[in-house]
């Protein structure tokens, strides 16, 4: 493995011949094995700086994403169903997700916060949006709901949607709005997998800045060595002279 990491950091030569698929390979191997409590004599041995080692992090991590896309952005086959809201049974959009939860509603957090929808509130255990345009789903403003439930490694979200104070939308009254949330969930794994990705990438940039530090530190101390050890033989030839 030691080849591997030396392959990218050393010896960029050999690693540009490689086919495209074991550059990925290898990629993957690099990514797997940094172990960050090593990563200072990396920083050394290779003579990388911490902004180059920050684009191969980062870059190994897209590899990954892109290699595990298709596995992970499978159809979440989103249907129609009912959830309790202010103790009625209300039609909603419902599809679940191999992912913990809290990540599930981040990410979800964040993709409506992109979309526009405003300040969040927080309504009976869901979070609330009132009044958006939802272009994607539909022409008219409508109140938002989103409620994500379970656990470690699987998560069920609830999308609502309505226009007026209980008029939610159903198959019934807007097929073409249901459909489209439906569609809205069932392209929702692209968006964690890519939230997930940049929760990764900040965590390996901090480690870095943080290897970085201690390599500076050990560099600062090595150079202090160094120095006394000239001082002392500059010391000894002397004493070695008046002898």
């Not at 698929?21 to 090593?38: H, M, Q, R």
């Not at 964040?110 to 539909?138: C, D, H, I, P």
């Not at 249901?178 to 997998?193: S, T």
């Amino acid at each position: 493995m030691i080849n591997a990491l030396l392959t990218v950091f050393v010896q960029p030569a050999p690693f540009l011949r490689l086919r495209v698929y074991e550059k990925i390979i290898l990629y993957c191997k690099v990514i797997y094995v940094i172990n960050f409590s090593n990563l200072v004599w990396m920083l050394k041995y290779a003579g990388q700086s911490i902004y180059t080692m920050k684009r191969i992090v980062t870059k190994a991590l897209a590899v990954m994403a892109i290699m595990a896309t298709p596995m992970l952005l499978k159809a979440q086959n989103a249907s129609e169903g009912t959830v309790k809201f202010n103790k009625t049974e209300c039609s909603a959009v419902i599809a679940e997700f191999d992912y913990p939860a809290d990540l599930v509603k981040a990410a979800l957090a964040a993709k409506l916060n992109q979309a526009g929808f405003g300040k969040q509130r927080t309504q009976r255990g869901f979070m609330a949006y009132k009044g958006v345009n939802w272009n994607e789903v539909s022409s008219e403003k409508l109140d938002v709901y989103a409620r994500v439930d379970g656990k470690k490694k699987r998560a069920t979200v609830s999308l609502l949607a309505a226009k007026g104070y209980d008029n939610f939308v159903s198959n019934s009254s807007d097929p073409a709005a249901v459909d489209r949330m439906k569609q809205f969930l069932n392209g929702f794994a692209a968006d964690i997998v890519a939230y997930q990705q940049q929760l990764d990438i900040r965590q390996k940039e901090a480690d870095l800045q943080k290897a970085q530090k201690a390599y500076n530190e050990h560099t600062r101390k090595q150079k202090k060595l160094d120095e006394d050890r000239a001082k002392l033989a500059e010391e000894l030839d002397k004493l070695k002279k008046t002898n």
